[in-house]
Every structure is written in structure tokens, then in C-alpha cells.
């Protein structure tokens, strides 16, 4: 056995010495450093495992100390001697008192609660030719939008001559014409303004919304070719117009 661990030194120290080109001297010196400094670097990594064992027993001593310490106090507060459990003993001549409130007591006035009713407002009658958009927004149902719209709608007509135009006004749904129709009146002695068909151009006459621009334009062409209107008769021979249009027109021309 010793010779084969001489015969491993004698080839290690050969292989030093032909690798690096060595003297036998100096090949040995090496093999003999070899180990110190494994033993030097491992050192720190040695040295601190001891260290760490000894801090985690020197940590479990001091659990078990501290446990032994708290399990005495828990005890010695647990267990009260007869002499001690006196000095809590109540009175019993003397009567036992509540905590009183400091504050002073909070008082309310003995006032009986009122209730508001809520009162509809009441609207009168108006004249469907005179009210305003403020009028107007006071029935159930319309805002400023449609307001503005009725009042512009009467001024492109010359006036309503009948609460069923209210119909032709767009947007306004049925409970809202419902309310109208109760709420509003026509003067009897109205008079909505008319267009002089004789006079006025196309351009205008198609403004008015019972003109379209094929009825303003044989208005014209009429006039042109036969002369003034004189009558209604004359308008029933524009094949544009029958006499249901004839009818919602008159009210609105003049001859």
C-alpha cells in the first residue's frame, strides 16, 4: 500500500515537473503547498459552521429561559391569595353606583312635525295665437324645445285657425296635444295673415308650410299663362291641388 502511494507521488511530481518545466525541488515544495491552501480557503467555511452551531444552541438556551420565565409570571398572576382577594370585596351597606353621564341631557323642543302637501300648479286657459314659450312651458309635458317649436311652427303658418294644426307641430305626442286642446282657445275674431297669391313669387310662397316648391311654382306658371287668381275655382284648375289642400290654403291667401 505505501509503495503504490509512492509510486503516485513520484508520477504526480513528474507531471508537475514536465508540465511546468520544474526542478524535482521545486515540484515537490508545490505538493506540499497543495494541501496548506485547501486548508486555507476552506478554513473560513469550517469556521463559520462551528460558529452557527453554536449560536443556534446558544438560541435554544435562551427560548427554554424565556419560556421557564413566562410560564412563572402566567402563574404567579393566576393565583391570588385569600388575603389579596379581600381588598376586592365589595360593600355590601353601600349602594352600588352607575357611571353618570357628564354631558349635560340633550332636550327637543315638543313640536309637532308639518308636513308641506305638494299643490299642482294651476293653469288658466290661453289664447293659442297670444301665448309666449314661458305660457307654454307651464302645461305638463313641454320644455323649452318644444315650445320654441309651436311658436315658430304659428309664425310660418300666420296662425293656428283650428287646435288640430297642433297635430302638424313636430315632436308633440298626444297627451301633450290632449292638454293643449283642454287648456287653449281661439279667438273668435282672429285673423291669421295671409299671402296675396297674385303678387308674391314662388320663393316666398314656399316658405308658408302648406306650399311645396311644385305647388308654389303652378301657382306662378297659372298666373303667368291665365292671368290673376280671381277665386277658389281658380285654384281647383291646377291639377296639383286637390280640395282638401285647397281647403287648409284659404284661410292663408287672398285673392
Avoid: C
Avoid at 504526480?12 to 515540484?27: D, F, P
Avoid at 496548506?36 to 459552521?49: D, E, G, K
Avoid at 302637501?117 to 307654454?136: A, C, E, R, W
Avoid at 311658436?151 to 300666420?158: D, N, Q, T
Amino acid at each position: 500500500m505505501i509503495i503504490v502511494k509512492i509510486a503516485a507521488v513520484n508520477k504526480l511530481n513528474y507531471l508537475l515537473r514536465s508540465a511546468l518545466g520544474i526542478s524535482k525541488t521545486e515540484a515537490n515544495g508545490i505538493m506540499l503547498l497543495i494541501p496548506v491552501m485547501f486548508m486555507l480557503i476552506a478554513s473560513p467555511y469550517f469556521y463559520q459552521y462551528a460558529m452557527l452551531g453554536e449560536a443556534i444552541a446558544l438560541d435554544y438556551a435562551e427560548m427554554d429561559k424565556l419560556t421557564t420565565e413566562m410560564e412563572a409570571r402566567i402563574k404567579k398572576k393566576d393565583s391570588l391569595s385569600f388575603k389579596t382577594y379581600k381588598r376586592y370585596e365589595t360593600n355590601k351597606s353601600k349602594k352600588f353606583e352607575y357611571l353618570t353621564n357628564k354631558y349635560p341631557e340633550k332636550r327637543f323642543d315638543n313640536t309637532e312635525r308639518t308636513t308641506t302637501k305638494y299643490t299642482k300648479p294651476v293653469i288658466t286657459s290661453f289664447d293659442l295665437n297670444m301665448v309666449d314659450t314661458t305660457g307654454l312651458k307651464r302645461v305638463y309635458g313641454i320644455g323649452p324645445v318644444l315650445a320654441n317649436r309651436i311658436v315658430k311652427y304659428r309664425e310660418l303658418l300666420g296662425g293656428f285657425t283650428s287646435k288640430s294644426q297642433l297635430r302638424e307641430v313636430y315632436g308633440l305626442q298626444d297627451s301633450v296635444i290632449l292638454a293643449l286642446d283642454t287648456l287653449a282657445y281661439i279667438g273668435d275674431t282672429f285673423n291669421p295673415s295671409q299671402l296675396n297669391i297674385n303678387q308674391l313669387d314662388e320663393n316666398t310662397l314656399k316658405k308658408h308650410p302648406y306650399f311645396s316648391w311644385k305647388e308654389a311654382n303652378a301657382i306662378i306658371n297659372y298666373r303667368y299663362q291665365h292671368g290673376e287668381f280671381k277665386s277658389a275655382e281658380d285654384l281647383r284648375k291646377i291639377h296639383l291641388l286637390d280640395s282638401s289642400k285647397i281647403s287648409r290654403l284659404l284661410p292663408y291667401i287672398t285673392f
